[in-house]
């Protein structure tokens, strides 16, 4: 099989025509600078998160030094605010994000919640987890992320027995973001795990990195991270979480469940229909910042908690 070097490849080889188009169509209409690096860290609108523990035996890869933060916020996927990787970094930290922030837990549930943000984040103490994210398009970067077990938040419900998945939803505001149309992908943002999956202890509930709240574009004030799946799984600014009998739809998956599969966990041995995924490119690291080739690991590295999970399932028919 032929693999191209990643300076081969164009960026509409990685990016649907459709999107393409809506990027062009968007910077034409808005955005004057687009210097990668551009942003000043005060629009970053952040702050010190006290108390953090270091955690865990999940906490390191081996010895991988986060990547810069300057790179990890303002080389991003955020589509409502923009489809360029340099587009959620000019965009979103001009979106005020709302002082209440109701996070609500419905469905299959015995008794749903609304519990706010304040009252989440107080559930149990901030943790800082360095994880790898890595991008189904082929780019991987470290973060010292902040949070918790997603779990810590669900087990706040009974589920019933029939809650067999757990169903994510981006908050969405039409005045501040992209339309759908605009976007080429559906919004709200929707996303969803398996119910073992939600409740593994790597399933992080973020809500910053870097020791601060988490930058707009990087899924302010709350997010979910699954560190072993692609990047698109590691939906932002959740507002609803929903406990379902039936494997939920997903943005990526509704725009083409051939291409972005439900389970999506990182795999070199799965390519996507139109690109090898056995190799990434580390961003901000190496000579100048310029970035690294590296491997791609199968499970983003973390086999050995949960290839379990998948254990006798057909990891390329359920991509
Ligand atoms: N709501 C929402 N969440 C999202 C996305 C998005 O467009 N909207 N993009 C996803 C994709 S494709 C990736 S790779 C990661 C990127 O996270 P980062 O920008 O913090 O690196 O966010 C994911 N979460
Ligand atoms: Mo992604």
Known sequence: MLIRKPADLHYSDVTPREVYLNRRRFIGAGAATLGALALPSSALATAK???????????????????????????????????????????????KVPAEWPIRIEGEVMQPKTLSLDQVMKLAPAEERIY????????????????????????????TGKAKYVAFETYFDPKAMLSPREAGIPFPYVEGLRLDEAMHPLTLLSFGMYGETLPNQD??????????????????????????????????????????????????????????QKEEQRLGSGFLGQGTRMATVKFNGYGAQVASLYSGMDLAKFH
Do not use: M
């Open 219 to 276: 899924g302010a004030p709350v997010r979910i991270v699954v560190p072993w799946k692609y990047g698109y799984k590691s939906i932002k600014s959740i507002t609803r979480i929903r406990f379902v009998e039936k494997q939920p739809p997903t943005d990526w998956g509704i725009y083409s469940d051939r291409e972005y599969g439900f389970y999506s966990n990182v795999n070199p041995e799965v390519d996507h229909p139109r690109w090898s």
């Open 132 to 159: 790898r994210l890595r991008c189904v398009e082929r780019w991987s970067v470290v973060v010292p992320w902040i949070g918790f077990s997603l779990s810590t938040l669900l087990k706040q419900v009974q589920p």
């Open 49 to 95: 998160i006290n108390g953090l523990v270091q955690t865990g035996p999940y906490h390191n890869l081996g010895n991988e030094k986060p990547s810069p933060k300057a790179t990890v916020t303002s080389y991003n996927n955020y589509y409502e605010f923009g489809t360029g990787k340099e587009d959620p970094s000019q965009n979103a930290p001009k979106w």
